[in-house]
């Protein structure tokens, strides 16, 4: 029986027997004869097969299909005006990424900022309320100084018309 590899065709070598034997390949339909106990197994070469419908295209043919599937001058001018636009476009993007991270951090610095004056100014202010005795007030506004709390005659109420602020162009009346 034959062996194929590849392209060849190798015949089984059988060195006790010394007779002529005549093989016939599926590939090639001439009989080959080979003697057992040679040295090495015959190579034969198989023909390539054949393709069954190789046309060939005629040259005009075979020109206007690559004029066919060549780009013409505008639309590679196209194409480079829209990568140049998507270029430009996606630089524009990342500088206005860039601008933004750039404010939230300088916005962070500030509420931190702010945080803190909030802090020292709660701390102040405590300590001010802390250190002013409004008993100790009373007592130097009414014995050192001499002021008294307003008697009933001398409380007038009046009805403020607009709601912003009053100026005085004139005394408060006595009634």
């Given at each position: 029986m034959a062996r194929k590899t590849g392209a060849y065709t190798?015949?089984?070598?059988d060195?006790?027997?010394?007779?002529?034997?005549s093989f016939s390949d599926e590939s090639n339909a001439a009989d080959e004869r080979y003697i057992y106990g040679a040295e090495a197994p015959e190579r034969v070469e198989r023909p390539a097969p054949r393709r069954a419908d190789v046309r060939r295209m005629p040259r005009r043919a075979a020109a206007g299909r690559i004029r066919a599937t060549a780009f013409g001058w505008g639309y590679v001018i196209l194409v480079a005006a829209a990568a140049t636009f998507l270029l430009l476009a996606c630089i524009s993007l990342l500088s206005v990424h860039s601008d933004i991270t750039s404010s939230q951090r300088s916005i962070q610095k500030a509420e931190e900022q702010l945080q803190k004056l909030r802090a020292e100014n709660n701390a102040k202010e405590i300590y001010l309320n802390k250190s002013i005795d409004l008993n100790e007030v009373y007592r130097i506004a009414t014995e050192e100084l001499g002021m008294v709390y307003p008697?009933?005659?001398?409380?007038?109420?009046?009805?403020?018309s607009d709601g912003g602020y009053v100026r005085q162009y004139e005394d408060i009346p006595n009634t």
């Amino acid at each position: 029986m034959a062996r194929k590899t590849g392209a060849y065709t190798y015949r089984p070598v059988d060195p006790e027997e010394e007779r002529i034997l005549s093989f016939s390949d599926e590939s090639n339909a001439a009989d080959e004869r080979y003697i057992y106990g040679a040295e090495a197994p015959e190579r034969v070469e198989r023909p390539a097969p054949r393709r069954a419908d190789v046309r060939r295209m005629p040259r005009r043919a075979a020109a206007g299909r690559i004029r066919a599937t060549a780009f013409g001058w505008g639309y590679v001018i196209l194409v480079a005006a829209a990568a140049t636009f998507l270029l430009l476009a996606c630089i524009s993007l990342l500088s206005v990424h860039s601008d933004i991270t750039s404010s939230q951090r300088s916005i962070q610095k500030a509420e931190e900022q702010l945080q803190k004056l909030r802090a020292e100014n709660n701390a102040k202010e405590i300590y001010l309320n802390k250190s002013i005795d409004l008993n100790e007030v009373y007592r130097i506004a009414t014995e050192e100084l001499g002021m008294v709390y307003p008697s009933a005659d001398q409380v007038i109420y009046y009805d403020r018309s607009d709601g912003g602020y009053v100026r005085q162009y004139e005394d408060i009346p006595n009634t």
